[in-house]
């Protein structure tokens, strides 16, 4: 079982432009999840999605948006690309809303310049 | 403001002792938490919880402590082995485990020396 797909796995890119990560799961998982990872600040929900349709912020959500159009995709998106976004990306889904049970893709290592 | 600390940013134990991560909140409204573990190039992936009913929850070599009192909790895994070492992420979450209140914690890099 594939899982949780993210594409792409690495990516050096200029500030000042655009960039969309792209995140697959093949669970049927009703919520979906951004996170980023950060030397010494763990991990940090940027956007969340319970529901194909629906989105919601996380703690970090300034300079991302999300989208939801069907329930195996959750594509996050940087419209204009700072340094300060220079992240390991982590998408994952889950079961239910409750619990705290996450599944994670393998992360997207996003360089800007 | 960091509601979920790992002080310890490394631990490093000999195989087959025990091994204790340890976690703090500061959040009172926290009723959930968790333990993931994370190896280098790949995702988290959950590895126990326990609600805040409880003050301790058991699998196989992995046993989760709550003490709501000092809003600390550890995770014990005994006995440790090599394949153990990894990245370890508590969480904690309000509204009965709300996955989009998910709060992490900064990580300890446990190392298990053969």
């Known amino acids: 079982t594939a899982g949780i797909t993210q594409a792409p796995t690495s990516q050096i890119l200029a500030a000042g432009r655009s960039m969309t990560l792209r995140c697959t799961q093949d669970?049927?998982?009703?919520?979906m999840y951004w996170y980023r990872q950060d030397l010494g600040l763990g991990l940090r929900l940027i956007h969340y999605s319970n529901t194909a349709g629906t989105t919601g912020k996380g703690e970090v959500p300034d300079g991302y948006s999300v989208s939801r159009a069907n329930t195996d995709d959750f594509p996050l998106t940087l419209a204009s690309a700072v340094p300060s976004q220079t992240s390991v990306y982590f998408c994952?889904?889950?079961?239910?809303?409750?619990?705290?049970?996450?599944?994670f893709g393998e992360g997207s290592r996003l360089t800007v310049l | 403001d960091q509601q979920v600390k790992q002080n310890s940013p490394s631990l490093s134990v000999q195989e087959g002792r025990i091994s204790i991560l340890n976690c703090d909140y500061t959040?009172?409204?926290?009723?959930?938490f968790l333990w993931y573990k994370k190896y280098p190039a790949e995702g988290p992936t959950f590895l126990i919880s326990?609600?805040?009913?409880?003050d301790k929850n058991e699998d196989g070599r992995f046993t989760v402590f709550l003490n709501k009192s000092a809003k600390h909790l550890s995770l014990h895994i005994v006995p440790s082995q090599p394949g153990d070492s990894a990245v370890y992420f508590c969480a904690a979450s309000e509204d009965g485990g709300a996955t989009n209140k998910l709060i992490f914690g900064t990580g300890t890099l446990l190392a298990v020396q053969p």
């Open positions: 959040n009172s409204m926290f009723d959930y």
């Open positions: 669970m049927r998982h009703n919520a």
């Open positions: 326990i609600s805040s009913i409880k």
């Open positions: 994952a889904s889950s079961v239910t809303r409750r619990n705290g049970e996450l599944f």
